[in-house]
Every structure is written in C-alpha cells, then in structure tokens.
C-alpha cells in the first residue's frame, strides 16, 4: 500500500470523525488508530468553591511553576518532510527563531501536493525532531517549542 492511499484514508478518518480504521487487501492488512498523548491543561484561575470564593491552590513543587512551558508542532499529515520550499532555498525556519501562529515552518509533501505547514503557535524553535527529505506520520512530532 502507497503512501497516497494511506493519506488518503487519514484524510477519510479526519473528515468522518473516526478513531480507527482497518483494511484488508490481498496480502496487506493496514491498521490506522488517531491516539493523542494527553496535553496539558493550563488553568487561568482557580475554579471557584461552592459558596462563590476561590481556593487556594499552592503546588508542592514552585520550582514547576517557573519552568517554561513546551509544545510540539505535530504533522497534520503522512508525507515527506521538507524544512525549505526548494532545495538550494534556506531553510523557513531554525533552531533559536521566534515564531508566530502563522509563521510557516516547512512543507509536507502529499499526493504530489506541497502543503505548507504553520507554526499555530508562539514560540522559539528550540529543536528539529524530523529529518529534511524523509517521510513522517500523521502527528509525527516536527519541531520542539518553547512557548512565549
């Protein structure tokens, strides 16, 4: 089974809502599963007691507190991976670099389409997790970002 049809079928996933598909083709048996790790919740405010006052939430660890907080930017799709619109081009974007939500920080080649992807947060590229030229998975992790 080709990369294409498989991007075809996380596609069929995504737009009907399923967790889970399984195919079955002569001697080919594909299995795809949409499983998120679970993300952190950040909490703007304590929630509120029951006679309308808030409690008071003390951490065990401040040292938690101050630590920055990290995202991943993820692959929205199967395909290859490309950190530069061309080849001799510069890469969108490195290591040590702001980026915005709308920042485009590589393409990811599906169906011979190049699609660019953005950032969708703010933040400073503090790692590359994929290898330029080579394929990744649906929610591959991408790039390493601290938040701003």
Not at 75 to 99: H, L, T
Not at 102 to 131: F, P, Q, S, Y
């Amino acid at each position: 089974m080709d990369i294409a049809k498989i991007a075809e079928l996380i596609e069929l996933m995504v737009k009907n809502n399923l967790s889970e598909i399984e195919i079955e083709e002569e001697n080919t048996k594909l299995r795809l599963r949409k499983d998120f790790p679970p993300q952190p919740t950040l909490v703007s405010a304590p929630p509120p007691s029951s006679s309308g006052h808030f409690v008071e939430v003390k951490d065990k660890e401040p040292s938690l507190l101050a630590s920055p907080k990290f995202t991943e930017i993820r692959s929205p799709m199967v395909g290859i991976f490309y950190r530069s619109p061309s080849p001799n081009a510069q890469p969108y974007v490195e290591v040590g670099q702001e980026v915005t939500e709308d920042t485009v920080v590589c393409i990811i080649e599906a169906m011979k389409v190049m699609n660019e992807i953005k950032a969708e947060v703010h933040g400073i590229i503090t790692e590359v997790l994929a290898e330029n030229g080579k394929p990744v998975d649906f929610n591959k992790p991408l790039f390493k970002v601290k938040l701003l």
